[in-house]
């Protein structure tokens, strides 16, 4: 698809990198991309995205400080990333896409929770957390918390997505298999 970048700052093309300053827009396919700084390279198909990163996918959001996304496979790599599917809130440190599913992420660091709030009153916070976007979210080393109280932790958990409007949590046994899945 074509990528189309537009920006209210200075817009280079040079060596095959295409760089736009301040206020950049992307636009490719499905995809609505804003930043404050971008840098595509048409080799390696990478788009830099750097300072206030929002990603528009379908019907996904992800915000960001930084991180790169490629035209090609998709793929989001952030540092600290936080996104918005309904009815959660999912963010955490060294996101990234999941190879061969194109709405699948691995975080680790992860913080997940119902509550639409920038201090939710109740959440999960995981060592490694899997999400599978409108099906599934494994998470690994999980613990609950209720404002900053810790009140219970899980070694595994597993969350089905398939039903936007429920939400319960469902502990698993706990084997080598599930922790291989992570």
Do not use: M
């Amino acid at each position: 698809a074509p990528i189309e970048i537009t920006s209210t700052g200075q817009t280079t093309y040079e060596n095959g990198l295409a760089t736009a300053r301040d206020n950049v827009t992307i636009h490719i396919g499905n995809t609505d991309i804003y930043a404050d700084y971008a840098q595509y390279n048409s080799t390696t198909h990478d788009v830099e995205l750097r300072g206030h990163v929002r990603i528009y996918r379908d019907t996904s959001l992800y915000n960001a400080d930084s991180g790169i996304y490629n035209t090609e496979t998709k793929k989001i790599r952030a540092i600290t990333a936080r996104t918005e599917s309904q009815p959660y809130f999912l963010g955490g440190h060294d996101v990234t896409s999941i190879e061969g599913s194109e709405n699948a992420y691995l975080i680790n660091g992860g913080i997940f929770t119902t509550h639409d709030s920038s201090k939710p009153d109740f959440q999960l916070r995981a060592r490694k957390i899997r999400v599978y976007e409108n099906d599934r979210v494994i998470f690994l080393n999980v613990t609950a918390y209720v404002g900053a109280v810790p009140v219970f932790w899980w070694a595994y958990l597993y969350q089905s997505l398939d039903n936007a409007f429920s939400f319960s949590i469902s502990p698993a046994y706990y084997s080598t298999w599930c922790a291989s899945l992570l």
